[in-house]
């Protein structure tokens, strides 16, 4: 790990251990740097509970980040809300794993993939930043912040999510009973499938493998919806499920 690196990677476990945001020491030079830093981050942390990945369209290239240990929280979840610098709530569709595989150099084939993935579930991610004047930072900084990851509340699970047309769910966010969010779609890959597919490959190819019992949420549906304290978030999959979190 080079000496930038490593400094980048201090900075970031200090913020998070003091609850003190930072500026970003330096400019990643590349997207090696900025999964060097998301694995010190990791390596530091523990055993990874999983990876959160994204995409703009249907063709773009996704966005990987890891869930940090402790980062799947069962729903209905509560956060401590003046303790977060911000307050951000996305409503997504996430898989758990249900089978090793383990870390190696060949691809993984979308069958292969998808038969390590077990059932769906509804969840909602909660985001905060430790990065100062978040807006305005290079952002790359923020994919090596975990993309802003806080937590990834685990809702209700979707056993038949094979045979589901994406395009055409229901979903909707409320938030202290009124609906934020009530729309058809969402997501900017449309079919949650193929970064789905795409961060099973990447995982084991590159970072170490993926592990049961682990989760893989793959973007949000609503947009980043900021809220301040004391609210309370409900997400719904119509017909599928909910997840909720008060803050």
Do not use: C
């Not at 038969?115 to 909660?126: D, K, N, S, W």
């Not at 769910?169 to 597919?197: F, M, N, Y």
């Not at 170490?208 to 973007?219: D, H, L, P, S, Y």
């Amino acid at each position: 790990m080079s000496p930038d690196i490593s400094y980048a990677v201090r900075t970031l476990l200090e913020a998070r251990r003091s609850g003190l945001q930072v500026a970003p020491p330096f400019a990643p030079p590349d997207r090696d740097a900025v999964f060097a830093i998301q694995d010190g981050v990791a390596q530091a942390s523990g055993p990874v509970s999983g990876w959160k990945v994204g995409a703009r369209t249907p063709t773009a290239e996704p966005n990987p980040a890891p869930l940090l240990a402790g980062a799947l929280v069962p729903s209905p979840a509560a956060f401590d809300g003046k303790a977060m610098h911000m307050i951000g709530v996305e409503v997504e569709i996430s898989f758990h794993i249900k089978a090793d595989i383990a870390a190696r150099s060949a691809p993984v084939g979308r069958d292969e993939a998808l038969a390590a993935v077990g059932a769906a579930f509804v969840g909602m991610e909660i985001v905060d930043t430790r990065l100062a004047n978040f807006k305005q930072v290079d952002p790359e900084w923020l994919l090596a912040d975990n993309q802003m990851n806080h937590a990834l509340v685990v809702g209700g699970s979707i056993a038949n999510w094979k045979a589901l047309d994406w395009a055409g769910l229901q979903v909707k966010l409320v938030v202290d009973g009124e609906t934020i969010v009530d729309q058809k779609g969402g997501l900017g890959s449309v079919d949650p499938v193929r970064p789905l597919a795409w961060m099973i490959d990447h995982a084991v190819r590159l970072r170490g493998g993926i592990r049961k019992g682990q989760a893989i949420t793959t973007g949000s549906w609503t947009g980043l919806r900021y809220f301040a304290p004391g609210a309370r978030a409900k997400g719904e999959f119509v017909g599928l499920g909910t997840v909720e979190a008060s803050f």
